[in-house]
């Protein structure tokens, strides 16, 4: 295939910003409830961004109520990802942050990106 045919297939329905792992990011999803449908806000840390065409994906970790980590996997080009904002940016040497799992509180940061 030529390189103008594979960069037309590549569906880029959204211009997102260029996510890394180590940024803080507010994603903003649709969610479908019966016949309502509202967009809620997922915030929190980027552990691990892949890239790949369509299939480009990142995943996100935060802190939910009583200290339990929750992370979630988002399509980069999904419908429903309305949009990424990226609140930070932070100084990682590394492609995944998951030893981040094993760190609560001041453990846990992250220098910021000048």
Known sequence: MSQELIRSLVVD????????????????????????????VFQGLVIRARKGGNEANFTVRRIASHGIGVERTFLLRSPRVEKVEILRRAKVRRAQLYYLRDRRGKAARLKERR
């Open 13 to 40: 329905n959204h211009e997102h910003p260029e996510i890394e792992s180590g940024d803080t990011v507010k994603v903003h999803v649709r969610i479908v409830e019966g016949a309502r449908e509202r967009v809620q």
